[in-house]
Protein backbone atom coordinates (compact mmCIF):
# COMPACT_ATOMS: atom_id res chain seq x y z
CA UNK A 1 0.00 0.00 0.00
CA UNK A 2 1.65 3.38 -0.90
CA UNK A 3 1.38 6.15 1.76
CA UNK A 4 -1.37 7.85 2.17
CA UNK A 5 -2.35 11.86 3.70
CA UNK A 6 -5.04 10.64 6.49
CA UNK A 7 -7.50 12.98 8.03
CA UNK A 8 -9.19 12.07 11.55
CA UNK A 9 -11.85 14.23 12.21
CA UNK A 10 -13.06 14.24 16.05
CA UNK A 11 -9.38 13.34 16.73
CA UNK A 12 -9.76 14.13 20.57
CA UNK A 13 -12.70 11.72 21.43
CA UNK A 14 -13.06 8.27 22.22
CA UNK A 15 -13.27 6.77 19.06
CA UNK A 16 -11.07 9.25 17.24
CA UNK A 17 -7.68 8.49 20.17
CA UNK A 18 -8.82 4.45 19.54
CA UNK A 19 -8.47 5.48 15.57
CA UNK A 20 -5.36 6.71 15.95
CA UNK A 21 -3.79 4.07 18.00
CA UNK A 22 -5.54 0.88 15.63
CA UNK A 23 -3.62 3.06 12.52
CA UNK A 24 -0.34 2.64 14.76
CA UNK A 25 -0.83 -0.20 15.40
CA UNK A 26 -1.94 -1.61 12.14
CA UNK A 27 0.85 0.35 10.47
CA UNK A 28 -1.25 2.07 8.54
CA UNK A 29 0.68 3.67 5.32
CA UNK A 30 0.85 7.16 6.48
CA UNK A 31 1.90 9.54 4.45
CA UNK A 32 0.98 12.80 6.65
CA UNK A 33 -1.70 12.63 9.48
CA UNK A 34 -4.17 15.74 10.10
CA UNK A 35 -5.91 15.79 13.31
CA UNK A 36 -9.52 17.83 13.52
CA UNK A 37 -11.92 19.05 16.04
CA UNK A 38 -13.94 21.68 17.24
CA UNK A 39 -12.46 25.00 17.94
CA UNK A 40 -12.12 23.93 21.78
CA UNK A 41 -9.42 21.46 21.16
CA UNK A 42 -7.76 23.81 18.01
CA UNK A 43 -4.01 24.09 19.11
CA UNK A 44 -3.83 21.99 20.73
CA UNK A 45 -0.87 19.40 20.02
CA UNK A 46 -1.55 15.44 20.46
CA UNK A 47 1.07 13.05 20.20
CA UNK A 48 0.65 10.80 17.60
CA UNK A 49 2.87 7.48 16.61
CA UNK A 50 3.99 9.66 13.57
CA UNK A 51 5.27 12.93 15.86
CA UNK A 52 2.84 15.72 17.56
CA UNK A 53 0.44 17.07 15.48
CA UNK A 54 -1.48 19.77 15.86
CA UNK A 55 -5.22 19.98 15.74
CA UNK A 56 -7.25 22.06 13.59
CA UNK A 57 -10.26 23.63 13.46
CA UNK A 58 -12.90 21.52 11.55
CA UNK A 59 -15.35 24.57 10.46
CA UNK A 60 -12.18 26.79 9.07
CA UNK A 61 -9.61 23.49 7.56
CA UNK A 62 -8.81 23.41 3.89
CA UNK A 63 -9.20 19.82 3.28
CA UNK A 64 -7.05 19.75 0.06
CA UNK A 65 -4.51 16.93 -0.07
CA UNK A 66 -5.88 14.75 2.21
CA UNK A 67 -6.44 10.85 0.77
CA UNK A 68 -8.67 9.64 3.51
CA UNK A 69 -10.76 10.67 5.87
CA UNK A 70 -11.80 9.07 9.22
CA UNK A 71 -14.98 10.74 10.54
CA UNK A 72 -16.25 10.75 14.49
CA UNK A 73 -17.21 13.61 15.66
CA UNK A 74 -21.32 13.04 15.64
CA UNK A 75 -23.48 12.76 12.81
CA UNK A 76 -24.22 16.72 12.52
CA UNK A 77 -20.33 17.74 11.73
CA UNK A 78 -20.57 14.17 9.05
CA UNK A 79 -23.71 15.56 7.05
CA UNK A 80 -21.82 19.58 7.15
CA UNK A 81 -17.94 18.34 6.54
CA UNK A 82 -17.78 15.07 4.80
CA UNK A 83 -19.17 16.06 1.41
CA UNK A 84 -16.41 19.04 1.42
CA UNK A 85 -13.19 16.35 2.24
CA UNK A 86 -14.95 14.17 -0.38
CA UNK A 87 -15.41 17.47 -3.23
CA UNK A 88 -11.81 18.41 -2.11
CA UNK A 89 -10.50 15.03 -2.96
CA UNK A 90 -10.66 11.96 0.12
CA UNK A 91 -12.58 9.00 0.88
CA UNK A 92 -14.37 9.67 3.74
CA UNK A 93 -14.96 7.10 6.05
CA UNK A 94 -18.00 7.90 8.81
CA UNK A 95 -18.85 6.65 12.20
CA UNK A 96 -22.26 8.40 12.38
CA UNK A 97 -25.56 7.51 11.34
CA UNK A 98 -25.78 10.73 9.13
CA UNK A 99 -25.17 8.32 5.50
CA UNK A 100 -25.64 4.68 6.69
CA UNK A 101 -29.09 4.36 5.16
CA UNK A 102 -28.42 6.84 1.79
CA UNK A 103 -28.81 4.08 -1.54
CA UNK A 104 -25.82 5.87 -2.63
CA UNK A 105 -22.99 5.21 -0.11
CA UNK A 106 -21.76 1.93 1.12
CA UNK A 107 -22.02 0.21 4.60
CA UNK A 108 -19.27 -2.28 5.27
CA UNK A 109 -18.59 -4.20 7.85
CA UNK A 110 -15.08 -5.44 7.11
CA UNK A 111 -14.78 -9.32 6.24
CA UNK A 112 -18.72 -9.37 5.80
CA UNK A 113 -19.22 -7.26 3.21
CA UNK A 114 -16.04 -6.07 1.58
CA UNK A 115 -16.94 -6.24 -1.86
CA UNK A 116 -19.71 -3.17 -1.68
CA UNK A 117 -16.83 -0.42 -0.89
CA UNK A 118 -15.93 0.05 -4.40
CA UNK A 119 -19.23 1.27 -5.33
CA UNK A 120 -18.92 5.00 -3.01
CA UNK A 121 -20.09 7.43 -5.99
CA UNK A 122 -20.24 10.04 -3.36
CA UNK A 123 -16.46 9.12 -2.02
CA UNK A 124 -18.48 8.26 1.36
CA UNK A 125 -18.46 5.32 2.88
CA UNK A 126 -20.43 4.19 6.25
CA UNK A 127 -19.21 2.31 9.00
CA UNK A 128 -22.27 0.47 10.80
CA UNK A 129 -23.54 1.04 14.07
CA UNK A 130 -21.89 -1.00 16.79
CA UNK A 131 -23.75 -3.30 18.13
CA UNK A 132 -25.13 -4.46 14.44
CA UNK A 133 -21.33 -4.35 13.15
CA UNK A 134 -20.55 -7.10 16.57
CA UNK A 135 -23.56 -9.00 15.41
CA UNK A 136 -22.97 -9.38 11.23
CA UNK A 137 -19.84 -10.63 12.88
CA UNK A 138 -21.40 -13.51 13.41
CA UNK A 139 -24.72 -13.27 11.43
CA UNK A 140 -22.50 -12.79 8.25
CA UNK A 141 -21.10 -16.13 7.78
CA UNK A 142 -24.00 -18.27 8.74
CA UNK A 143 -26.31 -16.03 5.80
CA UNK A 144 -23.88 -16.55 3.21
CA UNK A 145 -24.50 -20.05 4.13
CA UNK A 146 -27.50 -20.54 4.05
CA UNK A 147 -29.36 -17.28 4.08
CA UNK A 148 -30.60 -15.35 7.04
CA UNK A 149 -34.24 -15.22 7.03
CA UNK A 150 -35.54 -14.45 10.53
CA UNK A 151 -33.63 -12.66 13.95
CA UNK A 152 -34.49 -12.14 17.04
CA UNK A 153 -31.31 -9.84 18.53
CA UNK A 154 -31.69 -8.58 21.99
CA UNK A 155 -28.71 -6.21 22.54
CA UNK A 156 -26.89 -5.55 26.50
CA UNK A 157 -24.61 -2.52 25.48
CA UNK A 158 -22.26 -0.67 27.20
CA UNK A 159 -22.20 3.15 28.53
CA UNK A 160 -18.88 3.46 26.53
CA UNK A 161 -21.25 3.45 23.43
CA UNK A 162 -22.88 7.10 24.87
CA UNK A 163 -19.09 8.17 24.89
CA UNK A 164 -17.57 9.36 28.20
CA UNK A 165 -20.43 10.90 29.76
CA UNK A 166 -21.77 7.51 29.79
CA UNK A 167 -18.65 5.99 31.24
CA UNK A 168 -19.44 9.07 33.70
CA UNK A 169 -22.85 8.58 34.92
CA UNK A 170 -22.23 5.10 35.55
CA UNK A 171 -19.47 6.09 37.86
CA UNK A 172 -21.13 8.59 39.85
CA UNK A 173 -24.12 6.37 40.39
CA UNK A 174 -21.92 3.51 41.29
CA UNK A 175 -20.28 5.46 43.90
CA UNK A 176 -23.28 6.58 45.55
CA UNK A 177 -25.34 3.11 45.70
CA UNK A 178 -22.46 1.71 47.25
CA UNK A 179 -22.24 4.40 50.19
CA UNK A 180 -26.15 4.04 50.30
CA UNK A 181 -26.58 0.15 49.78
CA UNK A 182 -30.08 0.30 51.31
CA UNK A 183 -31.54 2.02 48.13
CA UNK A 184 -29.93 -1.17 46.32
CA UNK A 185 -32.26 -3.53 48.54
CA UNK A 186 -35.21 -0.95 49.31
CA UNK A 187 -35.48 1.87 46.69
CA UNK A 188 -34.97 5.16 47.02
CA UNK A 189 -32.44 6.03 44.81
CA UNK A 190 -32.27 9.94 44.28
CA UNK A 191 -28.66 10.76 43.87
CA UNK A 192 -26.99 11.85 41.54
CA UNK A 193 -29.56 12.52 38.74
CA UNK A 194 -29.67 10.37 35.40
CA UNK A 195 -28.90 12.58 32.56
CA UNK A 196 -27.39 10.52 29.75
CA UNK A 197 -30.06 7.80 30.43
CA UNK A 198 -33.61 7.61 31.28
CA UNK A 199 -33.25 5.82 34.59
CA UNK A 200 -30.26 4.82 36.90
CA UNK A 201 -27.48 3.23 35.33
CA UNK A 202 -26.00 2.40 38.38
CA UNK A 203 -26.51 -1.57 39.39
CA UNK A 204 -29.15 -1.31 36.65
CA UNK A 205 -30.49 -2.47 33.61
CA UNK A 206 -32.04 -0.23 31.17
CA UNK A 207 -34.49 -2.04 28.66
CA UNK A 208 -34.21 1.36 26.78
CA UNK A 209 -31.00 2.02 25.19
CA UNK A 210 -30.87 4.95 22.18
CA UNK A 211 -33.78 7.28 21.88
CA UNK A 212 -37.21 6.60 20.76
CA UNK A 213 -38.73 6.66 17.31
CA UNK A 214 -41.11 4.98 15.54
CA UNK A 215 -43.81 2.30 16.89
CA UNK A 216 -42.44 2.52 20.37
CA UNK A 217 -39.09 1.68 19.07
CA UNK A 218 -35.52 3.70 19.74
CA UNK A 219 -33.20 4.50 17.37
CA UNK A 220 -30.43 1.76 18.22
CA UNK A 221 -33.56 -0.93 17.44
CA UNK A 222 -34.18 0.38 13.93
CA UNK A 223 -30.65 0.41 13.37
CA UNK A 224 -30.22 -3.47 13.80
CA UNK A 225 -33.18 -3.69 11.58
CA UNK A 226 -32.26 -1.19 8.69
CA UNK A 227 -28.18 -1.82 8.81
CA UNK A 228 -27.92 -5.58 9.02
CA UNK A 229 -30.70 -5.61 5.96
CA UNK A 230 -28.46 -3.27 3.99
CA UNK A 231 -25.35 -5.01 5.48
CA UNK A 232 -26.15 -8.50 3.84
CA UNK A 233 -28.24 -7.08 0.77
CA UNK A 234 -31.34 -8.78 2.44
CA UNK A 235 -34.01 -6.38 2.45
CA UNK A 236 -36.38 -9.27 3.32
CA UNK A 237 -34.59 -10.20 6.88
CA UNK A 238 -36.80 -10.15 9.59
CA UNK A 239 -35.28 -8.84 12.12
CA UNK A 240 -36.83 -8.28 16.03
CA UNK A 241 -34.70 -6.21 18.10
CA UNK A 242 -34.45 -4.68 21.48
CA UNK A 243 -31.98 -2.58 23.18
CA UNK A 244 -30.78 -2.86 26.51
CA UNK A 245 -27.85 -0.19 28.23
CA UNK A 246 -26.19 -2.60 30.95
CA UNK A 247 -23.54 -1.13 33.37
CA UNK A 248 -20.81 -2.30 31.80
CA UNK A 249 -17.89 0.25 30.91
CA UNK A 250 -16.91 -1.45 27.55
CA UNK A 251 -18.52 -4.87 24.97
CA UNK A 252 -21.64 -4.55 23.70
CA UNK A 253 -22.95 -8.17 23.71
CA UNK A 254 -25.83 -9.51 21.77
CA UNK A 255 -28.46 -12.81 22.22
CA UNK A 256 -29.97 -13.96 18.95
CA UNK A 257 -31.90 -16.02 17.52
CA UNK A 258 -31.16 -16.95 13.68
CA UNK A 259 -33.59 -19.11 11.31
CA UNK A 260 -32.52 -19.40 8.29
CA UNK A 261 -33.80 -20.88 4.68
CA UNK A 262 -32.67 -24.57 5.77
CA UNK A 263 -32.40 -25.95 8.78
CA UNK A 264 -28.98 -25.48 10.37
CA UNK A 265 -26.76 -27.27 13.03
CA UNK A 266 -25.26 -25.91 15.00
CA UNK A 267 -21.90 -28.24 14.61
CA UNK A 268 -22.15 -26.37 11.19
CA UNK A 269 -22.64 -22.89 12.34
CA UNK A 270 -19.69 -23.57 14.72
CA UNK A 271 -17.20 -24.71 11.59
CA UNK A 272 -18.49 -21.20 9.58
CA UNK A 273 -17.86 -19.46 12.37
CA UNK A 274 -14.22 -20.68 13.46
CA UNK A 275 -13.55 -20.01 9.75
CA UNK A 276 -14.63 -16.79 10.00
CA UNK A 277 -11.94 -13.25 9.79
CA UNK A 278 -12.42 -11.89 13.05
CA UNK A 279 -14.22 -14.11 14.72
CA UNK A 280 -13.29 -16.26 18.13
CA UNK A 281 -15.46 -18.94 18.68
CA UNK A 282 -15.39 -20.05 22.37
CA UNK A 283 -17.03 -23.31 23.72
CA UNK A 284 -15.40 -24.07 26.65
CA UNK A 285 -15.98 -20.55 28.32
CA UNK A 286 -18.56 -17.60 28.05
CA UNK A 287 -17.33 -15.15 26.51
CA UNK A 288 -18.23 -12.11 28.05
CA UNK A 289 -18.20 -8.13 27.59
CA UNK A 290 -14.96 -8.13 29.76
CA UNK A 291 -13.14 -10.32 27.36
CA UNK A 292 -14.00 -8.30 24.67
CA UNK A 293 -12.87 -4.93 25.88
CA UNK A 294 -9.43 -4.08 23.95
CA UNK A 295 -9.13 -6.65 21.84
CA UNK A 296 -9.96 -7.19 18.04
CA UNK A 297 -11.67 -10.46 17.05
CA UNK A 298 -15.37 -10.57 17.78
CA UNK A 299 -16.07 -13.58 20.44
CA UNK A 300 -19.18 -16.05 20.00
CA UNK A 301 -19.91 -18.51 22.28
CA UNK A 302 -23.83 -20.20 23.69
CA UNK A 303 -24.33 -22.10 20.47
CA UNK A 304 -26.74 -24.24 20.89
CA UNK A 305 -30.11 -24.78 18.39
CA UNK A 306 -32.94 -24.03 18.97
CA UNK A 307 -35.95 -25.86 20.84
CA UNK A 308 -39.25 -23.92 19.73
CA UNK A 309 -39.01 -23.50 16.41
CA UNK A 310 -36.62 -26.11 15.30
CA UNK A 311 -34.00 -25.45 12.43
CA UNK A 312 -32.22 -22.45 13.83
CA UNK A 313 -29.36 -21.05 16.36
CA UNK A 314 -29.17 -19.58 19.33
CA UNK A 315 -25.95 -17.50 19.73
CA UNK A 316 -23.94 -14.91 22.08
CA UNK A 317 -21.80 -12.39 20.09
CA UNK A 318 -19.85 -9.69 21.99
CA UNK A 319 -17.50 -6.98 20.80
CA UNK A 320 -15.44 -3.91 21.87
CA UNK A 321 -18.31 -1.31 21.04
CA UNK A 322 -14.85 1.20 20.43
CA UNK A 323 -12.50 -1.24 18.50
CA UNK A 324 -14.54 -3.57 16.20
CA UNK A 325 -17.62 -1.82 17.11
CA UNK A 326 -16.18 1.75 15.56
CA UNK A 327 -12.55 2.32 14.91
CA UNK A 328 -11.12 -1.06 14.11
CA UNK A 329 -13.75 -1.84 11.24
CA UNK A 330 -12.79 2.16 10.36
CA UNK A 331 -9.49 1.60 9.90
CA UNK A 332 -10.19 -1.69 8.27
CA UNK A 333 -12.09 -0.01 5.51
CA UNK A 334 -9.58 2.31 5.33
CA UNK A 335 -7.29 -0.19 4.59
CA UNK A 336 -9.55 -1.57 1.89
CA UNK A 337 -9.90 1.30 0.20
CA UNK A 338 -5.90 1.99 0.25
CA UNK A 339 -5.27 -1.33 -1.07
CA UNK A 340 -7.34 -0.64 -4.06
CA UNK A 341 -5.46 -1.04 -7.36
P1 LIG B 1 -13.71 18.40 20.98
O1 LIG B 1 -12.89 17.51 21.87
O2 LIG B 1 -12.96 19.58 20.49
O3 LIG B 1 -15.07 18.73 21.56
P2 LIG B 1 -16.80 12.08 22.08
O4 LIG B 1 -18.05 11.55 21.44
O5 LIG B 1 -15.90 10.99 22.57
O6 LIG B 1 -17.07 13.12 23.10
O7 LIG B 1 -15.97 12.81 20.88
C1 LIG B 1 -16.53 13.77 20.03
C2 LIG B 1 -15.47 14.30 19.05
O8 LIG B 1 -16.12 15.20 18.14
C3 LIG B 1 -14.40 15.12 19.75
O9 LIG B 1 -13.18 15.00 19.06
C4 LIG B 1 -14.94 16.52 19.60
O10 LIG B 1 -13.97 17.55 19.62
C5 LIG B 1 -15.51 16.47 18.21
N1 LIG B 1 -16.47 17.54 18.02
C6 LIG B 1 -17.56 17.82 18.77
N2 LIG B 1 -18.17 18.94 18.33
C7 LIG B 1 -17.46 19.36 17.27
C8 LIG B 1 -17.56 20.46 16.36
N3 LIG B 1 -18.53 21.36 16.46
N4 LIG B 1 -16.63 20.58 15.38
C9 LIG B 1 -15.63 19.69 15.28
N5 LIG B 1 -15.47 18.63 16.09
C10 LIG B 1 -16.36 18.46 17.07
Known sequence: MNPVNVGVVGATGAVGRTILSILAERRFPVKEIRLFASPRSAGSVIDT????????????????????????????????????????????????????????????????????ITDRPRGIVSNPNCTTMDLMMAAGPLHRAAGLRSMVATSYQSVSGSGMAGVEELMRQTDWLRSNPDALREGGFEEPDSEVYVAPIGFNVIPYAGSETEQGYTDEEWKLVHESRKILSA???????????????????????????????????????????????????????????????????????????????????????????????????????????
Open 235 to 341: PDIEVEPTCVRVPVVTGHGIAATMWFDRSMEISEARQLLEAAPGVEVWIDDVPTPLDSAGIDDVLVGRLRNTVGVAGGINLWVVGDNLRKGAALNAVQLAELVTGEA
Open 49 to 116: FWGSVTVEDLSIADPSGIDIALFSAGGGRSREYAPKFAEAGAVVIDNSSAFRMEPDVPLVVAGVNDEA
